[in-house]
């Protein structure tokens, strides 16, 4: 019994090895949107079964990295300019309804402060792109969890795997900027005057723009 534990924490630690590098390879560019993940490629490079490869890549598709290709075969997900503007909508959505919720919420003065402390984070980012979207993502991830609505957050978490696809793989030389701290301010600002309307415009605003840059030819 004890050695059959010991064999399934080894398969769950190689399924997770293969799942971090994987993950890292799509959301660093490494393998570009529509590019299919051969099984044995990846198997080899990483010296583990293709059936620990086939579990991590399942997982990815659960995230929304990736999607099925040709003869049955995963790829990297690719989406159109259209799909990334509907992709928006949701996380405008979302993300308007987690604003909302925080003006009338009575921790507002709380949760202002905390989302100052993950903005400052993105004014130390470094020039790097794939750091400055995990510290974008970090802030919006925030936004929702403060909100206090669960079921919200863990929408908005579905939305991750695309969100990453989408800004890796874009040409747009403005990718970085909707990323700026500065583009972000403006909501703080609006959640704290307590003004929901407003508030909601604002993130409206940032979204609009974000999409601008995302669907920019490059």
């Not at 309804?97 to 402060?113: F, I, M, N, Q, Y």
């Not at 970090?138 to 403060?146: I, P, R």
């Amino acid at each position: 019994m004890v050695e059959e534990a010991l064999r399934s924490l080894d398969r769950t630690t190689l399924r997770e090895r293969a799942l971090v590098a994987i993950r890292s390879a799509i959301v660093s560019g490494r393998y570009q949107p529509g590019e299919h993940l051969g099984e044995v490629e990846i198997a080899t490079r990483l010296s583990i079964s293709r059936g620990t490869v086939r579990e991590a890549l399942r997982h990815l598709q659960q995230e929304g990295l990736v999607a099925p290709g040709a003869r049955g075969m995963l790829r990297v997900r690719s989406l159109s300019a259209e799909e990334v503007r509907e992709l928006f909508r949701v996380r405008e959505a979302l993300e308007g309804l987690a604003v909302a919720e925080l003006v009338a919420s009575p921790k507002r003065p709380d949760a202002v402060a905390e989302l100052n402390g993950a903005v400052d984070k993105l004014d130390d980012a470094s020039v790097d792109l794939a750091e400055r979207l995990e510290a974008d993502l970090a802030f919006h991830a925030l936004l929702c969890e403060l909100s206090g609505n669960s079921m919200l957050l863990d929408t908005w978490r579905h939305l991750e795997g695309p969100i990453r696809v989408v800004v890796m793989s874009t040409n747009s030389e403005q990718r970085s900027v909707p990323m700026s701290a500065a583009h972000h301010r403006p909501i703080i600002e609006a959640i704290e005057c307590g003004d929901a309307e407003a508030a909601v415009a604002v993130l409206k605003e940032h979204m609009a723009a974000a999409v601008e840059c995302l669907t920019a030819a490059g």
